[in-house]
């Protein structure tokens, strides 16, 4: 064991995170995508979506629901998410025990250098679950606890912050969860192929979609890339694009004040009527009351 890893080791990832944790939500940190989580508080279900990243959880809970699949991930426990996929999640904590958290993301590009270097796996399903939670062994937790205390020292945050995110990856890719990691980076796999379409599709998500065109940019026939599509994330290419575009929408709203038919316009809707009624049937609320402050939309 590393002596700079504990055995209450729970405790020892809060008292780290703690003074991070210095309002609610994703909060940056010194290392470029690294973000501490915070919660004060439950959240009733929701939609959202994240990007590519191992979700560690040192206090409190969250579930995630995706599809008909439910998955718990709370104090010692961590979410692999291996592709942009829109799922449902709550959140449980309170004012004397926050969620707190750390969400590390996933470089494919080391994430490939780290795999060609380890070799061969298992043979695994080329279309793995897309999201899947594993209990912290004792050296992804070591290896966790390494890189929040680089935060606490900006020299060693400067040199070894790469570093530490490669060796959380590492451990993650020899825990349960190793054949998700995998299988983003095996290039001949389907899963492979459908993330980096995903990849495309989040850059150009407010153009019209051709699937032909996304197949084709997978190196797949329509029909093989529209099964391995929908198996990877519940969804048809359509149904995602109008989930990532809602998504989307609902932080354009909240954060930067647009109006609904500017937002409507940026997410790719021609009509503003639609992409109301459609934002409604998503969240349970329009787009306006979204523009609203909290407090009035709970008053209403």
Same mark, same amino acid.
């Given at each position: 064991?590393?002596? %700079?890893?504990?055995?209450?080791?729970?405790?020892?990832?809060?008292?780290?995170?703690?003074?991070?944790?210095?309002?609610?939500?994703?909060?940056?940190?010194?290392?470029?995508?690294?973000?501490?989580?915070?919660?004060?508080?439950?959240?009733?279900?929701?939609?959202?979506?994240?990007?590519?990243?191992?979700?560690?959880?040192?206090?409190?809970?969250?579930?995630?629901?995706?599809?008909?699949?439910?998955?718990?991930?709370?104090?010692?426990?961590?979410?692999?998410?291996?592709?942009?996929?829109?799922?449902?999640?709550?959140?449980?904590?309170?004012?004397?025990?926050?969620?707190?958290?750390?969400?590390?993301?996933? $470089?494919?590009?080391?994430?490939?250098?780290?795999?060609?270097?380890?070799?061969?796996? $298992?043979?695994?399903?080329?279309?793995?679950?897309?999201?899947? #939670?594993?209990?912290? $062994?004792? $050296?992804?937790?070591?290896?966790?606890?390494?890189?929040?205390?680089?935060?606490?020292?900006?020299?060693?945050?400067?040199?070894?912050? =790469? #570093?530490?995110?490669?060796?959380?990856?590492?451990?993650?890719?020899?825990?349960?969860?190793?054949?998700?990691?995998?299988?983003?980076?095996?290039?001949?796999?389907?899963?492979?192929? !459908?993330?980096?379409?995903? %990849?495309?599709?989040? #850059?150009?998500?407010?153009? =019209?979609?051709?699937?032909?065109?996304?197949?084709?940019?997978?190196?797949?026939?329509?029909?093989?890339?529209?099964?391995?599509?929908?198996?990877?994330?519940?969804?048809? =290419? !359509?149904?995602?694009?109008?989930?990532?575009?809602?998504?989307?929408?609902?932080?354009?709203?909240?954060?930067?004040?647009?109006?609904?038919?500017?937002?409507?316009?940026?997410?790719?809707?021609?009509?503003? #009527?639609?992409?109301?009624?459609?934002?409604?049937?998503?969240?349970?609320?329009?787009?306006?009351?979204?523009?609203?402050?909290?407090?009035?939309?709970?008053?209403?």
């Amino acid at each position: 064991m590393s002596p %700079t890893c504990h055995l209450d080791a729970n405790a020892r990832l809060v008292s780290l995170l703690e003074p991070l944790a210095q309002s609610d939500g994703f909060l940056p940190t010194a290392i470029d995508g690294l973000r501490v989580v915070s919660a004060h508080g439950n959240s009733a279900r929701c939609p959202q979506i994240y990007d590519p990243s191992l979700m560690i959880i040192a206090q409190g809970s969250k579930i995630a629901y995706l599809g008909d699949r439910e998955l718990e991930y709370g104090a010692g426990h961590y979410l692999v998410q291996a592709l942009p996929v829109p799922f449902q999640y709550e959140t449980f904590a309170t004012e004397q025990q926050p969620l707190l958290g750390v969400s590390i993301p996933i $470089d494919r590009l080391v994430l490939g250098e780290l795999v060609l270097a380890m070799g061969p796996g $298992d043979h695994q399903p080329q279309t793995p679950a897309s999201m899947a #939670s594993a209990a912290l $062994d004792e $050296d992804m937790r070591c290896s966790v606890e390494r890189l929040l205390e680089c935060l606490y020292d900006p020299q060693a945050c400067r040199i070894l912050g =790469p #570093s530490r995110l490669r060796e959380v990856l590492f451990a993650a890719l020899r825990g349960p969860q190793g054949n998700v990691l995998r299988a983003l980076v095996e290039q001949q796999g389907q899963f492979a192929r !459908i993330a980096g379409a995903l %990849t495309w599709l989040h #850059s150009h998500y407010a153009q =019209p979609l051709q699937v032909d065109e996304l197949a084709r940019r997978a190196n797949m026939s329509a029909s093989t890339f529209h099964e391995h599509f929908k198996r990877a994330t519940l969804a048809s =290419p !359509i149904q995602y694009l109008k989930q990532l575009r809602l998504i989307k929408a609902q932080s354009m709203l909240v954060a930067e004040g647009l109006s609904v038919s500017q937002v409507a316009h940026r997410v790719g809707y021609q009509s503003s #009527s639609q992409f109301s009624r459609e934002y409604k049937r998503y969240f349970a609320r329009s787009p306006a009351q979204e523009r609203l402050p909290r407090e009035a939309v709970m008053v209403s």
